[in-house]
């Protein structure tokens, strides 16, 4: 029986995959069951046991700030009290909330508009998007690890690559295009001033991040969870921590983010005009384990659908000899480095080739 099931799974996730029309697909077929590749098994729900997940049932939370006088300087001066805040969130829980960030409210709320209305045009229209190539700059897929992981996620992706080389605009979907374009921009602008506020945060010069190009590349994953049967059973995204230096995201008011905190699961509470930041693997890989790159997932929902747009700060895609290993001004004979060097193309192959199994893809480079 295990193997004929096996067999089942394997056709039934490629006929998904060949429909190119992601969950999004699944929902507009009708269904009232969520299709068993979408099952989360038994063990991954044992696993949770024991883990508060109750929302709104912790004592702690997701810090949340304000970044007003450091983006009117344009970062120049950073006031210890901002900077001490950053190195606080980013050595514990690994996530905050900035406001007053400079980005207008305005753009937030048309590019998660654009988001969604990319992934709601027609199926003819979005299936031309509709890859698994490597190569491709801008991709819509569905579960980038569909033929690795345990069950798939109730969630389908927009994937564009934005910098450090310029993505020409025509290959951008139309409906996107400006809006997605400008966003980049502007999110590059405060990745700079986050990278600055993160050097400061961990005793380095305030350009040192930069220097090491962490702010050079981003990616833009466009997310969208449709509404789901039965969000119990399956979703939005398994658990997982960022194989990237930093992200930023741009969530809508729907809410299901949660972050992985003292074993309970926090929520990351939809706040207006707010963008939440998190530390990625490769920061707590050259941070020697200082900065803290935090397990957090997103359930599925039955309201949705919901929208988040991520950008990854990284540059994996990017041709580049440079290796990442812990920073040499952060050891010491007490404080011996914990992880190897490695290239940034082989952190990540090891990354996507493991999918999200709930196990964090940095002990694999550990000492
Ligand atoms: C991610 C991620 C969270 C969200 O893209 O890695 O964790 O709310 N996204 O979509
Ligand atoms: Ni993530």
């Known amino acids: 029986m295990g193997s004929s099931n096996t067999y089942d799974r394997l056709q039934e996730l490629k006929a998904f995959d060949e429909s190119k029309s992601g969950v999004k697909g699944v929902v507009e077929s009708g269904i009232t069951k969520i299709p068993r590749i979408f099952i989360r098994p038994p063990e991954e729900i044992a696993g949770d046991e024991g883990l508060g997940s109750e929302r ?15 983006v009117a300087t344009g970062g120049d001066h950073a006031d210890d009290d901002v900077v001490g805040k950053v190195r606080c969130a980013a050595e514990t829980v690994g996530f905050f909330q900035v406001v007053n960030h400079g980005i207008p409210m305005k753009l937030l709320q048309e590019m998660l508009a654009a988001a969604r209305v990319f992934h709601e045009l027609p199926k003819e229209v979005k299936m031309e998007y509709y890859t698994r190539e490597e190569k491709r700059r801008v991709k819509f897929s569905s579960n980038f690890d569909l033929y690795q992981s345990k069950y798939a996620n109730w969630r389908d992706t927009l994937f564009c690559v934005m910098a450090p ?203």
């Not at 709104?56 to 450091?70: A, H, M, R, S």
């Not at 990745?191 to 190009?213: C, H, P, R, T, W």
């Not at 990442?324 to 011996?336: N, R, V």
């Open 165 to 367: 080389e310029p993505l020409d605009p025509q290959e951008l979907p139309l409906v996107c295009r400006d809006v997605t374009m400008e966003y980049s921009k502007q999110i590059a602008a405060l990745g700079n001033v986050l990278f600055e506020l993160l050097s400061e945060s961990l005793g380095l010069k305030a350009d040192y991040l930069k220097s090491m190009d962490c702010a050079k590349g981003h990616c833009l994953l466009s997310h969208y969870y449709p509404p789901c049967p039965q969000p119990e059973l399956t979703m939005g995204t398994t658990k997982h921590s960022d194989p990237d230096f930093l992200t930023i995201l741009l969530q809508d008011h729907i809410g299901g983010l949660q972050v992985l905190c003292h074993n309970q699961w926090i929520d990351v509470p939809p706040l207006p005009g707010a963008l939440v930041v998190n530390i990625g693997d490769l920061l707590q890989l050259m941070s020697n384990d200082r900065l803290k790159s935090v397990e957090h997932r997103v359930l599925a929902n039955v309201e949705g659908p919901r929208v988040s747009v991520a950008c990854f700060f990284t540059l994996h895609t990017h041709p580049t000899t440079r290796t990442y290993g812990p920073i040499k001004e952060l050891l010491s004979p007490h404080k011996p480095p914990l992880y190897s060097h490695t290239s940034l193309q082989d952190f990540i192959a090891y990354y996507d080739n493991k999918g999200l199994d709930g196990y964090s893809a940095l002990s694999h480079f550990k000492l």
């Open 56 to 70: 709104g049932q912790t004592q702690f939370e997701i810090p949340v700030i304000d970044l007003k006088d450091i």
